[in-house]
């Protein structure tokens, strides 16, 4: 079995990988996520790695094309194009960054208030005596203040001694009616739960006071699932072609929970233990990755899941770091592609409780639209492809430190990075703003096309004008040059990008026409857009309307939501009635399947079209 040294940020880790395996697979042992946005097909050039020793070998033809020849001679390879081989040793410059990032304390929700299904329970018992018999269990029972407790074995284990240590002044934690621990004293201060958004680009977590309702921390991870592709396709097909690869992912997933717990719980100052549920919400996909449950028959046509129903399942079967019998409660998902984590956004924004009619589009890997009104929830997705998540996209790149975030265009390109950094490529909002500039300016037309730098480029200014250069496959836009970039590279929009980021835009703007006619509206009679998703906050809402991400909408009526999904996961936690509310708003949605829509075709065609 070849061994290879996996070298990244100063560490040095050798790994065994069957002959065969790849360099990506490597990395991806020694604990290292490279990014694998295209499922290891050799197209999209971000699992780049220095080899610093081991045969030198010809480039093969997808290293010529996605890596520049100078790279080249300094030894950079596609790591998911090489086989391992003994004595080989790698470096990975930049890894998908998997340190914790800072998610928002505060949702959009309202505010509700704690009714947590959690409870704890202060009990003073009387010790037992030769005339009261009454065994441990039931003695503690008695004492609840409601009937039909179920207890199993596992609180049993300790329980005759915690009793006695502590002089019969126990806390019961009950959750419903299951008993699922005992603790000696009084606790009933410390009671804490913990929501869980999966996304397939980005996990993120809250940790929530189950007494007062409040989120103590927020935070969140890169999805280290991301090696083996960006979207939920390639890590279903990963599942298929591979025997173990479900259980692969699965415990990239868990792995990688633990780490956004671990740092959840010491910003708070909370043990695992005194964690007592989870609310989780995600993707239908990572649903199933998240619960080991095979995912193969979603991929093909008709995009059966193996569940649609809420699912429950206990920390300790899953080995999540929080009380072993605590329960973590998946959500239910709506359709193959309509998750819990809709179900989630649905129950933040309240999207089913006001007059008038209301859509939600929440844009991540996938783009996912709700249109509420007249007593109706109508959903859909749309393949949108994680164009705006960076993947697919030359420079793209997750909104991480450096990526180009806000762009400003008139004679000038004028760039906002996150963190001021220089810029080491462009996020889902930085490329938006990017295209309605251009569109402005000119410098591509309505149907997409970059001008010609020799040809068609007379009437824009200098100061874009330059930017334009000719490329064997078209026409490409200079964001950065080399010299002001992280990498040493141009940072550029191409021809090819372009046509990304149309086919993700026209299938969420078909979509959102589709769920308009089924109810028999126009897009003027929406009264609020709900802009859901991680950029939805960045994103302006001129650009989204600019390049026909979005109908043409009066912008006051467009409201970035941040992260609802996880927002409507907290109130499901906090409160019973919100989890109610939640599983009822996932039996009324009626879904929509594009795919069986004759008309989607059209609409999609013409809503590649860049308004204009
Ligand atoms: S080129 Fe290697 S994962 Fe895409």
Not at 459 to 473: A, I, M, V, Y
């Amino acid at each position: 079995v070849p061994k290879v040294k996996v070298i990244h940020s100063g560490l040095e880790r050798e790994v065994m990988v069957p002959a065969g395996g790849s360099i990506l697979d490597a990395a991806v042992a020694a604990g290292v996520p490279v990014e694998g946005t295209c499922g290891g097909k050799g197209t999209c050039g971000k699992c780049r790695v220095r080899l610093i020793s081991g045969r030198a070998v010809d480039p093969t033809p997808a290293e010529t094309r996605q890596i520049p020849p100078e790279k080249l001679s300094a030894g950079w390879v596609l790591a998911c194009q090489r086989p391992v081989a003994d004595g080989l040793a790698i470096r990975v410059e930049t890894a998908v960054e998997s340190g914790p990032g800072k998610e928002s304390l505060e949702g959009v929700a309202a505010v509700v208030a704690a009714e947590p299904v959690v409870e704890k329970h202060f009990l003073r018992l009387a010790a037992p005596t030769v005339d009261d018999q009454q065994p441990d269990l039931e003695r503690l029972l008695s004492g609840l203040p409601l009937d039909g407790v179920l207890a199993g074995p596992g609180v049993l284990a300790n329980l005759p001694r915690t009793l006695r240590e502590s002089g019969f002044e126990v806390t019961a934690v009950l959750a419903g009616r299951r008993l699922l621990a005992v603790e000696p004293g009084d606790t009933t201060g410390r009671s804490f739960g913990l929501a869980l958004d999966l996304g397939t680009t980005t996990l993120a977590g809250y940790l929530v006071d189950l007494g007062t309702g409040k989120t103590l921390a927020a935070s969140s991870l890169s999805n280290p699932q991301r090696s083996l592709g960006a979207d939920v396709i390639s890590r279903i097909n990963h599942v298929s072609e591979n025997p173990g690869g479900l259980r692969q992912l699965q415990e990239m997933v868990l792995e990688a929970l633990n780490r956004l717990i671990e740092d959840l719980l010491s910003g708070g100052a909370v043990a695992a233990e005194e964690v007592y549920e989870a609310v989780v919400v995600g993707n239908t996909t990572m649903a199933h990755l998240f619960l080991g449950i095979d995912p193969s028959y979603l991929a093909p046509a008709p995009f059966i899941p193996a569940f649609r129903r809420p699912l429950e399942v206990t920390a300790g079967e899953l080995g999540l770091a929080m009380h072993p019998g605590a329960r973590v409660l998946m959500l239910p998902n709506i359709a193959g592609y309509v998750g819990s984590d809709t179900v989630g956004v649905m129950t933040a924004t309240g999207l089913d409780r006001n007059q008038g009619w209301r859509l939600a589009v929440d844009i991540g890997t996938n783009g996912e639209v709700v249109l509420a009104g007249g007593g109706r929830i109508l959903t859909c997705s749309t393949a949108a492809g994680p164009a705006f998540e960076g993947a697919h996209i030359r420079h793209g790149m997750r909104a991480a430190r450096g990526a180009i975030e806000s762009v400003k265009m008139d004679q000038e390109v004028t760039l906002g990075t996150i963190g001021g950094a220089a810029p080491a490529g462009i996020c889902g909002s930085g490329l938006i703003d990017a295209v309605a500039g251009m569109l402005r300016a000119g410098v591509i037309n309505p149907s997409g096309r970059l001008a010609d730098p020799a040809t068609g480029a007379a009437h824009l200014p200098p100061g874009l004008r330059d930017r334009l250069r000719k490329t064997e496959g078209g026409s490409e836009f200079i964001l950065a040059s080399g010299s002001q970039s992280a990498a040493g590279e141009d940072i550029a929009i191409t021809q090819k990008d372009l046509r990304e980021l149309q086919l993700a835009k026209g299938a969420i703007l078909a979509g959102i026409r589709i769920l308009l006619g089924e109810a028999g509206i126009t897009a003027g009679e929406i009264s609020e857009v709900y802009l859901a998703g991680a950029f939805g906050n960045f994103i302006s809402r001129a650009s989204a309307v600019a390049i026909g991400l979005l109908p043409d909408i009066p912008l006051e009526r467009i409201i970035p939501v941040g992260n609802a999904a996880g927002d409507g996961a907290r109130l499901a936690l906090i409160s019973r009635t919100e989890r109610e509310r939640a599983l009822s708003l996932a039996d009324r949605a009626e879904h929509v399947e594009l795919s069986a829509r004759r008309d989607f075709q059209d609409l999609f065609v013409q809503a590649l079209y860049f308004p204009g």
